[in-house]
Each structure stands twice: as C-alpha cells, then as structure tokens.
C-alpha cells in the first residue's frame, strides 16, 4: 500500500491538540468496562475507532514532518525524488519497532489495557496503513507483529526491540504530558536521518564524498586514540597538560562530528542568514555541558582556569557567537560561570549545558553508541524553519 502524503490533513493547531488531549484524558478515568464486551465487538467500538484513528494521526504527522523537510532539502540541493522515495525509510525494522512500542503505550494508557489481541490486531492495522513494506492487507504484518509480542522483549539487541522501546517512552512522555505533541520527534528524527543519508549519496561532488567517507569511518580510525584519551583523564600518571589536550581531543572530536552529520543542515544555514543555529546559547551551553562532564571525570575537576581553557578553545574552534580572537569569549565565560542554574525556570543556555552533559555521560559509560543531541537540536532549528516557510 502506498499512502499519498499530499491527502493527509494533520496541522499543529489548538483544535487538533485539544482534541487528541481529550480523548486521551477521557480514555484514562474510564479504563473499566460494566459489562466486559468481546474483542469483535470491541473493533466496533467508537471509542476505540477514535483510539485508532489517534494512533495513526500521531504517527503521521512525524512522518509528514520529515517528508517537509526532506523535500525542502532535495529543492535546495535540486535532486529529483518521486514521492515514493521519501517513503523508503518506513521499511526500516527500527521504525516498525518505534510504531508497534508506540501503540502499545497508548493502548497500555487506555480502557483496552491487557486486551493482547486488540493490540497485535491494532499494530497491525496502524502498519498496513502507514504503508510499511507495501503491505496489500493487514494480514501482511500478522507474523512481524507475532515475532515481535512472542519473541521481541527476550532479544534486546534487535532494531525492532530498540526501536519499540524509543516509541513506547516518547508517548508514554506524551500522554504524562511531560512534553508536548509539536516535541514528539524521535520517529521524525530517524526518517530524517536515512532521507538526508540518501540525499548526500545523491550529491556527485567532492566534498559530499569526503563527508560520507569521514563519518562512517570516524570511529574505526580514532577509536583506539579515543580509549587512550579516556585512561589519560583518570590516570595519574599523565600530566595536567596531558590531560587537558585529552579533554580537547575527544570534545573537539565529538562536537565535530555531529556538526558533520549536519552539514546539509549547515550548508543551507549559510544561504538563509535568518537561520543561525550555531550562534545560539544553546550551543554554547551544550558544548559547556560537553566539557564539565570530561573535567568531573578527571583528576582535574577543581581547576577553574583549565577548564576556561578548555571551553575557550572549543567556543573558538567551532566559531560559536563568531568571534575572530580566542580572548573576545572571556568575559561570555566569567560571567557563565558567575551564574547559577535555575531549575524551575532553565535558559537556553541551561538546557543545552544538561543536555550536553547528560549527552557525553551516557557516550562516556558506554550506554549510547554516539552523542547526537546537538545534530538533532540543529536539525529541529531547520526544521521549524521549514515549516514556517
């Protein structure tokens, strides 16, 4: 089945959000049932075809929104795609995953909640009409769906269990509302990132080539300087000049590359001048996040002029707020530093300094592969951008 994107009808507007909202709340204080109906019966149901119907909109609208920003892009860098071709990325077993994890949690969050079989048939449905793998019927996704209820949870390392898990979290976030609909993106994310792979393959030139090449094998070359770095900042052997080199190394390294997993993104930035996503506190906060994290884990943590050091070299090497001498970021940094966290009411700066930190963190022990949170705030920049053309 192919589904013509150009028919949706989903926008970001009060009515729509007020509507989704309210049948989730609705669902929520009425999960009992007086009299038990059958599972027939209950595909009947208006209310559930209202859960079904939310199911797929919430889904679409991320898949919509990538199919914008991919299309802006391909005009940009004028390559011709048909539309099918912004669809291929909804094969991928993560993204039947993150749709199967995703109806699970709003079903878990309703009055359907433990009926296994409205669930597998619910998945199925909502992957036949999204278009996943050209399916013909809804029996075509009965086996991936069955695999997935019987034997998905016990493999942890499949991209269906780790996609599922993504989608079940983010809406479970939705429906707590600890984050809003315009901010559920993780699907969109991911289509973006396979669209824009595709669409740099597209680009004969050199330099896209060179780009392709530095990031699929930024890790295989520099991972044993990376496993030395790390030792370097617990060890007591290397020096403080030693240890403050290693902490630029493997910041500058990673910084680099999630600006280079955006450098289609940043390509265009430089045509639109309204769009700066590098000058912004944000960015600054994520790359002071990126720092502190590498300083609490050295020998190193309580000097403050290395650490100045440190964020002075970086802020300047990546060019942020465009500055022409490495001595024009000092009084950006004492005062920086001067501040303090406010928690019930976070700057921009503060947001992108936990983020950065909690980012490298993660990257640092080992529980994520690579630190991509400032590719996806630079591609969420671009992306409203987009939209609001």
């Not at 019927?137 to 769906?145: G, K, M």
């Not at 993504?166 to 699907?187: A, H, M, P, S, T």
């Not at 001067?338 to 503060?350: R, T």
Request: net charge neutral.
């Amino acid at each position: 089945m192919v589904v013509c994107y150009s028919f949706i009808r989903i926008y970001f507007n009060d009515f729509y959000i007020n509507e989704l909202m309210g049948i989730f709340d609705f669902f929520k204080t009425n999960k009992e049932e007086e009299t038990p109906l059958d599972d027939k019966t209950l595909l009947r149901d208006d209310r559930y075809i209202k859960i079904y119907n939310s199911c797929y909109d919430l889904l679409w609208l991320q898949i919509e929104l990538s199919i914008t920003y991919l299309k802006k892009q391909d005009k940009i860098h004028n390559i011709k795609n048909k539309d099918d071709d912004y669809l291929v990325g909804l094969n991928n077993d993560w993204v039947v995953g993150y749709v199967m994890g995703f109806v699970m949690s709003i079903l878990d969050n309703s009055y359907l909640k433990g009926k296994n079989k409205i669930y597998m048939a619910t998945m199925c449905g909502v992957l036949h009409e999204i278009g996943i793998r050209n399916s013909t019927s809804l029996r075509d996704h009965e086996e991936t769906v069955n695999n997935f209820w019987v034997e998905g949870v016990k493999n942890k390392d499949t991209d269906y269990y780790k996609g599922s898990r993504v989608g079940f979290d983010e809406c479970e976030r939705f429906l707590k509302k600890e984050i809003e609909l315009e901010q559920c993106l993780e699907l969109s994310h991911y289509l973006n990132s396979i669209g824009t792979k595709d669409l740099v393959e597209q680009k004969v030139d050199k330099k896209q080539k060179e780009l392709l090449t530095t990031i699929s094998n930024f890790y295989s070359k520099k991972q044993k300087e990376l496993d030395k770095r790390r030792e370097d900042l617990s060890s007591k052997k290397s020096s403080k000049e030693d240890k403050i080199e290693s902490i630029i190394w493997i910041c500058s390294n990673s910084i680099e590359l999630q600006f280079l997993v955006s450098k289609v993104q940043i390509q265009w930035e430089k045509k639109n001048s309204k769009t700066q996503t590098k000058d912004t506190d944000w960015v600054a906060g994520y790359i002071f996040g990126v720092c502190d994290c590498f300083f609490q884990m050295s020998t190193i943590k309580h000097d403050k002029e290395a650490f100045k050091e440190v964020y002075r070299t970086l802020l300047f090497k990546f060019k942020i707020f465009n500055k022409s001498k490495k001595t024009e970021y000092d009084s950006f940094i004492n005062e920086t530093l001067k501040s303090k966290v406010k928690l019930s009411n976070k700057s921009e700066f503060d947001e992108g300094m936990m983020i950065g930190g909690q980012d490298m963190t993660e990257w640092f022990q080992q529980k994520i592969e690579h630190t991509l949170k400032l590719a996806n705030y630079i591609q969420d920049v671009i992306l409203k951008k987009t939209l609001n053309k």
